[in-house]
């Protein structure tokens, strides 16, 4: 079985359960008065550590841009030596050696010119059997972090890196699901929460994982369940649309990602003070974008839709993310077929979907088709956490794969040259599918196939079975044994290929061959001199390597 057989099989034929949870803040942030100005202040780790090492700090919010003039930082009320950033108002110690196992007490006092000093305290337990992070990760693992990061690079976003900790924190939950056999099909458990009393607890919920390992940014976590690779669940994540919502965010700067079994775990990690920004997927100009939706996600998106049923297109999305940005509404939306046809969309806005807040998921009603240019058009409005308001908007062209499943053996097999005809989108629209008639493969845009038949052939005629060239050229086949053909169909194309006759039809009007097609084993095989004379594709023939190439 090839790879994108194996995906296929899993998207249509294996229930995927996969949950998305966000922690929008790991902590709270207590407000308290100071004199002529405020602040208030996230001191961490807080509660039960499991590292040796764990960033001891404290992040301030502060009313006025003020610098301190000094500042001291004690552990156990030793002096020691803390770093300022005063970009992210941070004050951070990092253990040079691991600790001990008990309870700490952190202090921090700085002082502003013209201010009483202010003096910072709080506790932590290192407990037994903390761990130091490992920097070193698997393949598989660093497989995964290509994988977002190659989605992140056709969205026009930053690339993220790995955090040792967020690595850490994915690892012991993948390892408490797999030992505590978590079945989310079976049972109402969520994939996201973690019970006491069962091995491997460290924290029953992502804000206390995210303590737990001294965790600090604010941080989600996507979870997927299905006996798949990594790279393929996270693939899976990205399709269903609320798991989508943190690979789109600006901010993300740091991810953790670990499988154990059918459990895949993946942590994302955000920094503070981006600004606001709005990001659609698919992406300007994107150039194999998936066609169908087919479910198994949780919350269900279609929960509110109660018309409607998968398989649907693939869902289009809108967010704009930043830390001063409260909720969004959407204004307009629109998409739009290559002939300037209005697709139908389910709508997913804040207000009537309790699982959004800053993004809108677009669902058209249908799977979209094959091969084709849509155009879309969103208008946004974002309400900041002051109580303004701000418009954002875009309007941008994509368009779908040729074949189920391609664009992405496209953009993991080399995410540079994806890009690069991403910017070649308007000059370049070809596709290009090469048959090895002496062979059991085709290439579909540098992708290999293996042929469901080897080519046919007869008193030096070549023939290809039309199923093999159906998927290579995006289109369909039925077959009508009224008729005795094979019935081809791609967009406003349908061609009648007989097998018992010297003939075929398009779109209704018949057409005399001395090529036509052959019913061979019961298959349909096609004449290759039949291709450019019946789909109007460029069809060359290449002796030396008994290869049809076709461009379309």
Same mark, same amino acid.
């Given at each position: 079985?090839?790879?994108?057989?194996?995906?296929?099989?899993?998207?249509?034929?294996?229930?995927?359960?996969?949950?998305?949870?966000?922690?929008?803040?790991?902590?709270?942030?207590?407000?308290?008065?100071?004199?002529?100005?405020?602040?208030?202040?996230?001191?961490?780790?807080?509660?039960?550590?499991?590292?040796?090492?764990?960033?001891?700090?404290?992040d301030l919010e502060l009313s006025e841009g003020k610098t301190p003039d000094s500042y001291h930082f004690y552990l156990n009320d030793q002096e020691v030596k803390a770093t300022y950033d005063p970009v992210s108002v941070k004050y951070v110690y990092q253990p040079k050696e691991d600790l001990a196992p008990g309870t700490y007490s952190a202090r921090l006092?700085?002082?502003?010119?013209?201010?009483?000093?202010?003096?910072?305290?709080?506790?932590?337990?290192?407990?037994?059997?903390?761990?130091?992070?490992?920097?070193?990760t698997s393949q598989e693992q660093q497989a995964g972090l290509q994988a977002i990061n190659d989605y992140r690079l056709k969205m026009g976003l930053p690339q993220v890196k790995f955090s040792d900790a967020l690595n850490l924190a994915a690892q012991k939950h993948a390892q408490y699901l797999s030992q505590n056999k978590i079945d989310p099909i079976k049972t109402a458990v969520s994939l996201h929460d973690e019970d006491p009393a069962l091995p491997g607890y460290i924290g029953k919920s992502l804000k206390e994982r995210s303590q737990f390992i001294g965790y600090?940014?604010?941080?989600?976590?996507?979870?997927?369940?299905?006996?798949v690779s990594l790279v393929e669940a996270i693939d899976s994540l990205f399709d269903a649309p609320y798991h989508r919502t943190p690979f789109m965010v600006p901010g993300l700067v740091e991810v953790g990602v670990y499988r154990v079994g059918a459990y895949h775990v993946i942590e994302f990690g955000f920094s503070d003070g981006v600004a606001p920004d709005l990001v659609v997927s698919p992406g300007s100009n994107d150039v194999y974008v998936p066609t169908i939706f087919d479910g198994h996600e949780t919350p269900d998106p279609l929960r509110n839709h109660t018309e409607a049923a998968y398989p649907v297109g693939y869902p289009i999305m809108a967010s704009i993310n930043g830390p001063d940005v409260k909720?969004?509404?959407?204004?307009?939306?629109?998409?739009k077929d290559e002939n300037g046809k209005a697709v139908s969309l389910m709508k997913n806005v804040p207000g009537t979907?309790?699982?959004?807040?800053?993004?809108?998921? /677009?669902?058209?009603? $249908?799977?979209?088709?094959?091969?084709?240019? %849509?155009?879309? +058009?969103? #208008?946004l409005t974002a309400t900041m956490k002051d109580g303004s308001t701000k418009s954002y908007a875009k309007e941008w062209t994509f368009r779908t794969e040729p074949r189920e499943g391609l664009g992405v053996?496209?953009?993991?097999?080399?995410?540079?040259?994806?890009?690069?005809?991403?910017?070649?989108?308007?000059?370049?629209?070809?596709?290009?599918?090469?048959?090895? /008639?002496?062979?059991? $493969?085709?290439?579909?845009?540098?992708?290999? %196939?293996?042929? +469901?038949? #080897?080519?046919?052939?007869?008193?030096?005629?070549?023939?290809?079975?039309?199923?093999?060239?159906?998927?290579?050229?995006?289109?369909?086949?039925?077959?009508?044994?009224?008729?005795?053909?094979a019935v081809y169909k791609k967009k406003d194309k349908t061609i009648m290929f007989y097998t018992n006759r010297d003939a075929y039809s398009l779109n209704g009007v018949e057409h005399q061959t001395g090529d036509a097609a052959k019913l061979v084993n019961e298959t349909t095989m096609i004449p290759v001199r039949l291709l450019s004379e019946a789909l109007g594709a460029k069809v060359t023939y290449v002796e030396s390597s008994k290869t049809v190439n076709i461009s379309y």
């Open positions: 079985m090839n790879a994108i057989q194996a995906r296929r099989k899993w998207t249509t034929s294996v229930k995927i359960i996969a949950a998305l949870f966000v922690l929008l803040s790991s902590f709270i942030w207590p407000s308290k008065p100071s004199y002529a100005f405020s602040y208030g202040y996230l001191a961490y780790p807080q509660g039960n550590v499991g590292l040796l090492r764990p960033d001891i700090g404290v006092s700085f002082k502003f010119d013209g201010y009483e000093p202010v003096q910072m305290n709080w506790s932590f337990t290192v407990v037994k059997g903390a761990a130091t992070p490992s920097p070193e600090a940014r604010a941080s989600s976590e996507d979870v997927a369940y299905n006996q909720k969004v509404s959407l204004d307009e939306a629109e998409l979907d309790d699982h959004l807040d800053t993004e809108v998921i /677009l669902m058209p009603t $249908k799977p979209l088709a094959l091969d084709t240019t %849509y155009e879309a +058009k969103v #208008k053996l496209k953009l993991h097999s080399d995410s540079a040259s994806y890009i690069l005809q991403m910017g070649n989108f308007g000059l370049n629209r070809n596709h290009t599918v090469s048959f090895a /008639l002496s062979g059991d $493969k085709y290439v579909l845009d540098l992708i290999p %196939y293996t042929m +469901k038949q #080897k080519p046919y052939i007869q008193e030096g005629t070549s023939f290809l079975y039309i199923r093999d060239l159906a998927a290579a050229l995006g289109a369909t086949v039925e077959w009508d044994d009224k008729l005795k053909a």
